[in-house]
């Protein structure tokens, strides 16, 4: 999802193809090729082969300076860009696979509920550290600019929807949602993906 938020943003063209998960496509000889931990998702770019959700959306931000997604190189407002990014890809992201995923976590399956109750607090005190600092800078993660940075925090987000605590329910990680929600890319991209409400 937030590979398609960047795509949306940076203007350039480019083509959609659906890994049905269901047939295990991602398992695909094919798809290996370009993948071979066989996850999604996946950008071909010319002879460009990328994997890893972060380093799609730095290396589509990068190639497209003139989006504005992401601050120049070597300014301070770029290390506090790669600060959120990754705490959001290497902290975040990882504990919202284990909320959806418990049972890869553990070998004993009874226990799964236990790892799902145990990451879900984690990944409520994670968003409200994120509402914290928010509330002292936003409304975006870098202040008053968008970056994909905001982006990435929609998407997880997004899959915190169903959660005790879900992200919407947080004053100002709600304003920072209903901003993003609000931009033309990523109405375009949440269209196309065909995904009905609540989003988030």
Known sequence: MAPHFVLEEIG?????????????????????????????????????????????CLYLSDNHCEAGLAPPFGTPRRGQFYKWLMFLANTVHPDTLMYFYPERYTTDLD????????????????????????????????GQTVSLADHYLLMLARWGRNMKTPPRQMKHLRRNLDLMLARPAVQRALASEGLSTPII
Not at 32 to 50: A, H, K, S
Not at 120 to 129: A, K, N, Y
């Open 111 to 142: 226990g799964a509920g236990a790892v799902k109750d145990a990451v879900e607090g984690r990944l409520t005190e994670m968003f409200q550290f994120i509402d914290a600092q928010l509330e002292q800078g936003g409304p975006y993660l870098l």
């Open 12 to 56: 350039a063209p480019f083509g959609l193809r659906l890994v049905e998960r269901e047939r295990k496509e991602q398992k695909s000889p094919a798809y290996l090729e370009l993948n071979p931990r066989g996850l999604i998702p996946v950008l071909v770019d010319g002879d460009t082969v990328l994997y890893e959700t972060a380093a799609i």
